[in-house]
């Protein structure tokens, strides 16, 4: 099996890493929006890789479920409206997840 190989993390201080724009949280306005730093989401991806099978690893992987659920979520609501009930899209983009 062949590992992949992730870009090495380059660090500024004149700049913030770059942001993955996910889903407003509810109750929000719609110009809010809730922004995950990409760095986050590398170093969780690089941390489950380098995890061995086991306890750790099914962790990092729920963590990974429940910081991008929100971006299945939305992607879901994008398609609601063209004959699919909304339910099962969500389902379907969770499952996706998974």
Known sequence: ???LKS???????????PAVITPRPAG???HAAHVVPAASA???????AAAP???????????AIEAWLPL??????RY???G???DDLVQTATVGLI
């Open 28 to 30: 929000t306005s719609r």
């Open 7 to 17: 870009p090495p993390v380059v660090t500024s201080q004149a700049a913030p890493p």
């Open 72 to 77: 299945a979520r939305h992607l879901a609501h």
């Open 53 to 63: 099978p086991g306890r750790q690893h099914s962790r990092l992987r729920d963590r």
């Open 84 to 86: 699919e009930p909304t």
């Open 1 to 3: 099996m062949t590992m």
């Open 42 to 48: 590398s170093e969780l991806l690089v941390a489950m």
């Open 80 to 82: 609601s409206g063209r």
